[in-house]
């Protein structure tokens, strides 16, 4: 088979792939049931944060879990900020004997978000008497900006998550907070920069609440739910057996908590979703900072591809699981591949239609069918989800705001293209270090993230 031939056969099995994906995960998010809620006094709470120069924000935190969820242990780890975030959280602790401060200098410190929350898992351990019941122990983490639902506890104590004893973790929906913000013109900003942001933020909130929520309601069937870095929740007793197991709960991995649900479901234990609450976090309004971010994710699911030989190995995950699990860790490899095979196939049609008789122009006027399969299987599975968003997050929006919304959610994603290749070129350099993403609220993005009062 020439060369040609093999690109356009191969793209064509991508997109077979895919699509067959989308249909997969959106039937299940389509036809998922509410999930009922359990009684919160039946556990004991605890709450992890991790901080480095967080100022901005974390004392507004410190002050909303506290208020909404007066029961729960506030643990606060303090990666050795050079801000003054350490004696905010002083400060609340000196009045509150339910917030705690877990201290790192450096060396140990500003090793990655998972080295922190071992330490605070050391602590915790420490702290916590020795009679207690660990399996009744759940311990969440939220990010310093982070904002869990008020019926977060109900959630996670109901019966399809921890009053289940062999739920090990469990992950809320994430949405974005600042979705509805509108920046005035503030610091010089342009108003086609303050709309370049707010595009970026509503994006990041159809993303969160469409596809990805989607992914998470096929895994609830497949067994294989993964975990984000905000919202999670995990069983103490669950977090114990990984650390015997493999010498701490979190990993070295960029994408520490997914890969640390591989290892929750390694260790036996089943992870669940939580559709029915959710955590908001600060959407991104800056293409540098959001880039920055993907690729940290990217690269991270590329470390934790090594995982995959333990998955088919393991009697935790079940064959749809451990096929679930593969495509998630393979799509950047399938992404790299798609750059060089989407272009080799539409230059082998275009080429064989210029060699044809009666030339160039006849041959697109002949494949006038391009245009509407570029629409049903480019476009199309992107786009769809703003009907949804729409159904589900924004009734009454017009329809010609969701058609934008639509081709920008297409576009928008294409970002997974530039992501993939800085990922790959991290991973082969052995560039691995951990850039904190910095909240609107720090200075450096004044004009995008003003806010109206």
């Known amino acids: 088979m020439p060369a040609s031939e093999s690109a356009q056969a191969l793209a064509f099995v991508l997109l077979v792939v895919f ?25 004991e709470w605890h709450v992890l944060v991790p901080c480095r120069d967080e100022e901005a924000v974390i004392g507004g935190t410190i002050r909303r879990l506290r208020h909404d969820f007066p029961t729960l242990h506030l643990w606060v780890i303090d990666d050795d900020s050079e801000d003054s975030t350490a004696a905010i959280v002083q400060a609340a602790a000196a009045s509150d004997p339910l917030v705690h ?36 122990v759940v311990v969440a983490v939220v990010d310093a900006d982070g904002r869990l639902a008020p019926n977060a506890l109900r959630q996670a104590a109901g019966a399809n998550a921890f009053a289940d004893p062999e739920v090990g973790a469990a992950q809320a929906a994430v949405w974005m907070n600042n979705r509805d913000e509108r920046e005035p013109i503030h610091g010089g900003v342009s108003k086609a920069r303050q709309a370049w942001g707010r595009y970026l933020v509503r994006m990041q909130d159809i993303e969160f609440r469409t596809t990805i929520a989607a992914m998470q309601c096929l895994r609830l069937r497949t067994i294989s739910v993964g975990l984000g870095g905000n919202g999670q929740f995990s069983r103490l007793s669950a977090l114990d057996r990984v650390a015997e197991m493999s010498g701490q709960p979190w990993h070295g991995s960029l994408l520490e908590d997914y890969e640390l649900g591989l290892h929750v479901a390694l260790a036996g234990y089943r992870n669940t979703y939580m559709h029915d609450t959710c955590v908001e976090q600060e959407a991104l309004p800056s293409t540098r900072r959001l880039l920055t971010q993907r690729v940290r994710w990217c690269q991270g699911g590329m470390q934790c591809a090594r995982y995959l030989p333990q998955i088919f190995r393991s009697q935790h995950f079940s064959n749809a699981g451990a096929l679930e699990a593969t495509y998630f860790l393979l799509i950047p ?25 009666g030339g160039l122009v006849e041959f697109f006027v002949s494949a006038w069918w391009l245009l509407p399969l570029i629409l049903l299987t480019g476009i199309m599975p992107f786009a769809f989800w703003v009907l949804i968003y729409r159904r589900d997050a924004a009734p009454g929006t017009g329809w010609l705001r969701i058609a934008r919304w639509g081709l920008g959610y297409w576009f928008y994603m294409y970002q997974n293209y530039v992501c993939v290749v800085r990922a790959l070129v991290r991973l082969v350099r052995g560039n691995d270090n951990w850039s904190k993403t910095r909240r609107n609220a720090e200075v450096g993005d004044a004009g995008l993230v003003a806010r109206e009062t």
Request: no cysteine.
């Open 19 to 43: 699509l067959a994906y989308v249909l997969l995960i959106v039937v299940p998010f389509l036809l998922r049931k509410r999930d009922p809620e359990g009684d919160p006094a039946a556990f």
């Open 101 to 136: 401060l877990v201290q790192r200098r450096r060396p140990e410190a500003r090793q990655g978000k998972g080295a922190a929350l071992n330490a605070a898992y050391r602590a915790l351990s420490l702290w916590l008497p020795r009679t207690t019941d660990r399996r009744r």
């Open 333 to 357: 490899f399938v992404q790299l591949a798609g750059l060089v095979l989407w272009p080799a196939a539409f230059i082998a049609m275009t080429a064989a239609g210029a060699i044809n008789q």
